[in-house]
């Protein structure tokens, strides 16, 4: 247990279907970001968001929609997926945005599975 | 652009020491970080380099050398549980993480 929380473990859904991932940290934090790992390709930065206000997207399509109702959850909502956007999801957060060894603490992820 | 390579796969026996290399190519240099990632699991964080040289932490080591943009992390008397993949990240000049694809290690008895 990393202290970061990510629920649903494994979700499969329709290209037509709606659904969301949530993540929760109980470290105090200010800052969280989602990541979108696929087999053999680096970590893929989605969106970060500090003191709940989202500081960068990077050129993500609509279809992911992020939302951070407080500094402690981070929602990833999905709707009209593709099958190239299998993956796993993970959610991470970390004290702040500053230098430093700005350590990102992980949650175990979100394996998705886009039929 | 900017690159962070390592090798996709290694293998190594129980007991032994192995060596897993990154370089990298960035836009400015604010730290190199390396990361374990077990199957399933979270990536959690094992080392953090900014100056040149050498960090000891236990059984694993980290080496840093901005000039060669190159690291490598040093693990010592293997085991078992040391198979994961180990991620590499570059953080640039406007503090943003560079990841690496990861190395899976594979540890054999």
């Known amino acids: 247990e990393t202290g970061v929380t990510q629920t649903p473990r494994h979700l499969v859904m329709g290209m037509t279907n709606k659904k969301s991932l949530k993540c929760e940290q109980h470290?105090?934090?200010?800052?969280m970001y989602w990541y979108k790992q696929s087999a053999k390709k680096p970590l893929e930065l989605m969106f970060v968001?500090?003191?709940?206000?989202?500081?960068e997207n990077n050129s993500v399509p609509s279809r992911f929609s992020p939302e951070c109702p407080n500094s402690s959850h981070l929602f990833l909502h999905l709707h009209t997926l593709q099958p190239e956007d299998s993956a796993l999801y993970l959610c991470?957060?970390?004290?702040?945005?500053?230098?430093?060894?700005?350590?990102?603490?992980f949650g175990a992820g979100s394996r998705l599975t886009v039929l | 652009g900017q690159n962070i390579d390592q090798p996709t796969e290694m293998t190594a026996t129980e007991g032994a020491i192995v060596q897993i290399n990154c370089t990298y190519q960035t836009s400015g240099f604010n730290g190199l970080f390396w990361y374990q990632q077990h199957a399933g699991e979270a990536p959690t964080f094992l080392s953090y380099?900014?100056l040149d040289g050498l960090e000891e932490k236990g059984r694993f080591s980290s080496f840093l050398s901005r000039s060669k943009g190159y690291s490598y992390l040093l693990l010592k008397e293997l085991q078992m549980k040391d198979s994961a993949s180990y991620l590499c990240?570059?953080?640039?000049?406007?503090?943003?993480?560079?990841w690496g694809a990861g190395t899976k290690l594979i540890i054999k008895p």
């Open positions: 991470a957060s970390s004290q702040d945005l500053g230098a430093g060894a700005n350590v990102l603490t």
């Open positions: 380099n900014v």
């Open positions: 968001y500090n003191f709940k206000e989202q500081t």
């Open positions: 990240a570059v953080r640039d000049s406007n503090y943003q993480l560079i």
């Open positions: 470290l105090g934090h200010n800052a």
